[in-house]
């Protein structure tokens, strides 16, 4: 079956960077487009990035556009997600999202069939 395991969270500083792994298992990798989501606590989990089957296409939410970078490499069947610039609001459980497709830009919860279970960033002030 389909399973999708994000690793990298952690607590950084303010300012600070981490890098977030999503490795994919079950699944033609490369047939699927790809996306990071986040639920800040006690909210609603919102969309972050998104990126096409091949790569050639991103898309960003404005709140981390121009700090974060969405990747992916098809070879090894994980995308990535490249935080910098860090703030106290991007505080959250980070998902990792999969849905069958050749399209791009899909940033509704509810585009994704497949999930991962999350990891925890925290960052402090």
């Known amino acids: 079956q389909v399973q999708l395991v994000e690793s990298g969270g952690g607590l950084v500083q303010a300012g600070g960077s981490l890098r977030l792994s999503c490795a994919a298992s079950g699944l033609t990798f490369s047939n699927y487009a790809m996306a990071w989501f986040r639920q800040p606590p006690g909210k609603e989990r919102e969309f972050v990035a998104t990126i096409s089957w091949g790569g050639a296409s991103t898309y960003y939410a404005d709140s981390v556009k121009g700090r974060f970078t969405i990747s992916r490499d098809n070879a090894k069947n994980t995308v990535y997600l490249q935080m910098n610039s860090l703030k106290p609001e991007d505080t959250a459980v980070y998902y990792c999202?999969?849905?069958?497709?050749?399209?791009?830009?899909?940033?509704?919860?509810?585009?994704?069939?497949?999930w991962g279970r999350g990891t925890q960033v925290t960052v402090s002030s």
């Open positions: 999202a999969g849905r069958w497709s050749f399209g791009s830009n899909y940033i509704r919860l509810d585009d994704y069939a497949y």
